[in-house]
């Protein structure tokens, strides 16, 4: 099985071939892309050290795989090349998840609307994954009709430079100009750019992408999305609305036996979910489970996890495992 990953030296990149190493995907031949000043560097897999090579010399080799995460021009650019040749992409960036052609997916949720033709599979925005996560089994016993989310997220999210920047800031210096503003020991209320509707593009992310996956364009999201100090993983404050009522111990049992959910929710002992914890672990944290008693029928709960991984790297090597486990990702020669 022939595996490329298209940035494989940045961080989610590197996050991804960790994943696949733990999960023991049967990748035969690894085939790591990156950009051209990048090419000829290694990365080490299982053990081995591999050279970085070019997009046009790793679709030459024919992989049976490909998982994006290069940002959305590349992809734009290079997903449908790697299409052509019969590989599937599953792809990281923006480019695609909005795409109507496209199937966006997080495999707790959706999984089951793939087919063996969907060569190109996006992967949903990070602080969406998590929060989709824990939506899924509440809509389907309750019916969501409207979700606030407030989100507090990890400067990993930004990138290698974000965490360099941060980290200088906190050491004494300047920074690096990643962020309009200082991030140290403070917290930022924008997430991208801002659109014309004043919100920012991280949030509207949210909002049509929950739709999309959840299936159901019914369901009132709004978002206010924050960059914050640390790492480790995204938060979420969000507060559901549903059509039926609901019973606070049934919420929990329901939660706690859902895939890809760890429930840690025990106030008397200051249990629930926090970054620094949710590191370098795939699950869904939730707690603070709590009725809102300001309208009915109203839940509020915390949802954390580690970004890097079932925001990102995990999530697409889920996607992965599904596609193998369907019998579409061919071993190629």
């Known amino acids: 099985m022939k595996v490329a990953i298209v940035g494989a030296t940045g961080l989610v990149g590197s996050t991804m071939l960790r994943i696949l190493e733990e999960r023991q995907f049967p990748v035969t031949e690894l085939i790591p892309v990156a950009s051209e000043r990048s090419v000829g ?3 080490t897999y299982m053990g081995k050290e591999y050279t970085v090579v070019s997009a046009e010399d790793a679709i030459a080799k024919k992989p049976a795989l490909a998982i994006f995460s290069a940002g959305g021009s590349i992809s734009l650019e290079l997903a449908p090349k790697f299409a052509e040749i019969g590989c599937y992409v599953v792809d990281n ?3 695609w998840r909005m795409d109507p052609t496209k199937k966006l997916v997080v495999p707790e949720v959706n999984a089951h609307t793939l087919s063996k033709t969907d060569y190109i599979i996006a992967n949903p925005n990070c602080s969406t994954i ?4 824990a939506l899924k089994p509440l809509h389907d016993k309750y019916k969501i009709k409207r979700v606030v989310v ?3 997220q990890s400067v990993t999210g930004t990138g290698q430079k974000a965490v360099a920047e941060m980290m200088d800031e906190r050491a ?8 309009p503003h200082p991030i140290d020991l403070n917290l930022i209320p924008q997430i991208d750019v801002f659109q014309d509707n004043g919100y920012t593009k991280e949030e509207m992310k949210m909002i049509l992408e929950t739709n999309k996956i959840m299936g159901d364009d019914n369901i009132r999201v709004t978002a206010t999305t924050v960059r914050v100090p640390v790492m480790g993983g995204h938060s979420e404050s969000v507060n559901i609305e549903f ?3 609901f019973d606070e111990h049934e919420v929990r049992e329901l939660l706690t036996n859902s895939a890809g959910i760890v429930v840690q929710d025990n106030p008397k002992e200051n249990v629930y979910p926090m970054p620094l914890y ?6 869904v944290f939730v707690g603070r489970i709590r009725r809102d008693y300001s309208q009915p029928n109203t839940l509020n ?3 954390v996890s580690d970004n890097l991984r079932k925001g990102a790297a995990t999530n697409a090597v889920q996607i992965a495992r599904y596609l193998l486990g369907q019998g579409w990702l061919n071993p190629t020669p």
């Open 150 to 152: 407030s989100t507090y």
């Open 130 to 133: 998590q929060m989709v996560v």
């Open 41 to 43: 560097s290694k990365v």
């Open 93 to 95: 960036s923006s480019a």
């Open 243 to 245: 059509e039926n009522d």
């Open 301 to 303: 709960c915390w949802i």
């Open 278 to 283: 949710a590191e370098g672990k795939d699950a």
């Open 172 to 179: 004494g210096g300047k920074g690096h100009g990643v962020y």
